[in-house]
T-cell receptor
């Protein structure tokens, strides 16, 4: 699995967009980018994933650079409930076990 | 659906004791996983299963055993508990569909070994 690098912590004002970067310069062509978050020691929660194209769902947007060496998770209007640790994971999806490797993530603090 | 459920929520064990952490999912997922999370760290995979009767080791399997007799249940057994096994344990499951990327996690079991 490609290694990922994330900043250890970030702050964001409530109502503003939170942009969480992830570097994955050694990503290979068949590896996906996944984002999960963990709110205060709860079980991780899936947010979004992508391969090459930008993706958007009801929770967030994922912007992947053209060379795929980095990506950004965007929470368009952050709320206090978005305070969590955000994990960027790069993993080949083979359709079988697809085991995830979690790093230490980015701790996002949303403030009033 | 209840999703992925885990019991107990908390447990304190003495060194050398044994216990089983329970995990059940009601989504008919074939893939199931056990992770542990030490304080301030990310999750590490202990064991996983691709279906009833099939299990395999993850990154940190030593000191643990698993079984998968049904699709729904994936218990994790700790034999001879050690302080190094103090951690939060998460169970997860995933659908078999080739297009299904999302893993669903349970709420976790917080285990302390003293």
């Amino acid at each position: 699995d490609a290694k990922t690098t994330q900043p250890p912590s970030m702050d964001c004002a409530e109502g503003r967009a939170a942009n969480l970067p992830c570097n994955h310069s050694t990503i290979s062509g068949n590896e996906y980018v996944y984002w999960y978050r963990q709110i205060h020691s709860q079980g991780p929660q899936y947010i979004i994933h992508g391969l090459k194209n930008n993706e958007t769902n009801e929770m967030a947007s994922l912007i992947i650079t053209e060379d795929r060496k980095s990506s950004t998770l965007i929470l368009p209007h952050a709320t206090l409930r978005d305070t969590a640790v955000y994990y960027c994971i790069v993993r080949e999806f083979t359709g079988t076990a697809s085991k995830l490797t979690f790093g230490t993530g980015t701790r996002l603090q949303v403030t009033l | 659906n209840a999703g992925v459920t885990q019991t107990p929520k908390f447990r304190i064990l003495k060194i050398g004791q044994s216990m089983t952490l329970q995990c059940t999912q009601d989504m008919n997922h074939n893939y199931m996983y056990w992770y542990r999370q030490d304080p301030g760290m990310g999750l590490k995979l202990i064991y996983y299963s691709v279906g009833a009767g099939i299990t395999d080791k993850g990154e940190v399997p030593n000191g643990y055993n698993v079984s998968r007799s049904t699709t729904e249940d994936f218990p994790l057994r700790l034999e001879l508990a050690a302080p190094s096994q103090t951690s939060v344990y998460f169970c997860a499951s995933r659908p078999t569909d080739r297009g299904a990327h999302e893993q669903y996690f349970g709420p976790g079991t917080r285990l302390t070994v003293t």
